[in-house]
């Protein structure tokens, strides 16, 4: 494939497909985005979204790609673990990993979407369109159907491969399901959950009102509520809760005093930071939280599915970005393989990918429940104070789930959820029967002993999975 003579247009221009674009551009394809809100450069946006997202090692191999790891380093702020919150105001640290180099980032949506924008349109040879609505796309012709924001008038592309960066509303995903020319699987699961953003504001010298490096969190068994700092000493707060069941949900918090005296109750020590919680809390929507799954990706060698156009998941691993920055570093490999024509690429493409994708929208899941519940729960801390102690001993030997999945940018998701899961399964049963124990003076070999354990059993699981998985 000569990249001069192919032109390739790009749905969304958010972070994923300004990413694509910008790649893309400097591989030599001539790259057209459409993309159907204003600049976010010059307008400001108000989505619902988050307004910042956890960024680590996956995006950041992405970063590294294209050249953009110290300007990316500029936008974040590190956050070394999850500081608890109780009921009774106290806090507990946990840190991610026992290895001190390995922490997560807070960064800003906009501020990183803009930086990946400029750099694109750095290249002649990539252009992007703003307020350009996607209404279909011709799966046969390649064409894809727009309509004008400001003149309300529809219009048509066409390119060599059409790309949907668009996100979990893809139109392009949506043509797949309504063509009727193949075979395509589609799920779209709903939590029964919403999310809601929330602010904690700096104070009136533009100091931080918490612990600025950690991801904040109150976890309360069936609802949680979470915030992460901002460059301008603010915390994006989000509350996850039910829209129907329990005392407070969604659909029931309908006025001012019983939010007030929800967050009196649950979150007293966030409420007395949070003076415009009220305004904000009625202001603000609530948005769903969902997984989508669906095969193929691409229809012959016209077009393709990427980021949460082809896997949006919930976002309790911090992945979501993660992963689409990730599937343009995948999909750039596959390009250096110089295979015959695009079918044959995005073939490839979703074939290496896709298992990855279904992994981590699973383990998003069980972060959820770890999040809410887990981490308030003694034997959780436990273990995790274990898993720390053992890093920090083994830097190169033992890595915990949650390091495999976000610090080892090297590890598919699919292979980090397998082991992750069985050995998280052996660290809980051995300190259940008493067979280990945590001692922060515990020699080397003591150390080393309950690591070989740990081994062992979780070796144990992965065997009995596999027999038990075993296809008749």
């Not at 990249?3 to 247009?9: C, E, T, V």
């Not at 309360?220 to 460059?231: H, T």
Request: charged letters at 25%; one cysteine or more; aromatic letters at 10%.
């Amino acid at each position: 494939m000569d990249n001069k003579q192919q032109n390739i247009l790009i749905i969304g221009a958010g972070l994923c497909g300004a990413l694509l674009a910008l790649r893309l551009g400097q591989r030599g394809f001539n790259v057209a985005v459409y993309e159907k809100r204003p600049d976010l450069r010059t307008t400001k946006l108000s989505s619902g979204r988050s307004i910042n997202l956890a960024f680590s090692d996956r995006g950041n191999k992405a970063m590294k790609l294209v050249g953009l790891e110290e300007k990316v380093k500029a936008l974040c702020i590190p956050m070394h673990g999850r500081m608890i919150h109780d009921k009774n105001g106290d806090t507990l640290q946990s840190n991610y990993s026992g290895r001190k180099h390995e922490y997560i980032n807070s960064v800003s949506r906009n501020d990183l979407n803009a930086l990946l924008l400029d750099e694109a349109e750095k290249h002649e040879n990539v252009n992007f369109y703003f307020d350009k609505t996607c209404q279909s796309v011709d799966l046969e012709k390649t064409t894809a159907l727009f309509t004008d924001g400001k003149t309300q008038k529809d219009f048509i592309e066409d390119a060599d491969v059409i790309i949907a960066a668009d996100g979990a509303g893809s139109a392009l995903r949506k043509s797949y399901f309504l063509d009727r020319h193949f075979l395509f699987s589609f799920s779209q699961d709903y939590l029964s959950y919403g999310y809601k953003e929330l602010s904690i504001l700096p104070n009136e010298n533009g100091e931080y009102l918490a612990h600025k490096n950690a991801l904040h969190i109150w976890p309360r068994q069936s609802f949680m509520l979470i915030a992460l700092p901002n460059l301008d000493g603010s915390f994006t707060v989000t509350l996850f809760l039910s829209y129907t069941e329990g005392t407070f949900n969604f659909n029931n918090l309908d006025t001012e005093q019983k939010v007030l005296e929800f967050f009196k109750e649950e979150f007293p020590d966030a409420l007395l930071i949070m003076p415009n919680l009220a305004t904000e809390f009625f202001k603000n929507p609530t948005s769903p939280l969902g997984t989508i799954k669906c095969s193929p990706w691409h229809y012959k060698g016209n077009t393709l599915l990427m980021g949460d156009a082809a896997h949006a998941i919930v976002p309790f691993y911090g992945q979501g970005m993660n992963a689409a920055f990730e599937d343009v570093v995948v999909l750039d490999s596959v390009l250096n393989l110089n295979l015959e024509n695009w079918e044959a690429t995005f073939k490839t493409f979703e074939k290496h990918r896709k298992k990855d994708t279904d992994a981590i929208a699973d383990l998003a899941i069980d972060n959820f429940h770890e999040m809410k519940e887990h981490v308030a729960d003694p034997i959780f801390q436990e273990k995790r104070k274990l898993e720390m102690l053992l890093e920090k001993k083994f830097p190169l030997q033992y890595n915990s789930k949650y390091a495999m999945v976000t610090f080892n940018e090297n590890i598919g998701y699919q292979v980090a959820m397998l082991r992750g899961r069985a050995q998280d399964r052996a660290i809980l049963n051995l300190l259940v029967r008493g067979e280990i124990s945590i001692n922060p003076k515990a020699t080397k070999d003591e150390l080393q002993a309950i690591l070989e354990k740990i081994n062992h059993e979780t070796n144990k699981i992965l065997e009995d999975h596999r027999n038990a998985d075993l296809r008749y």
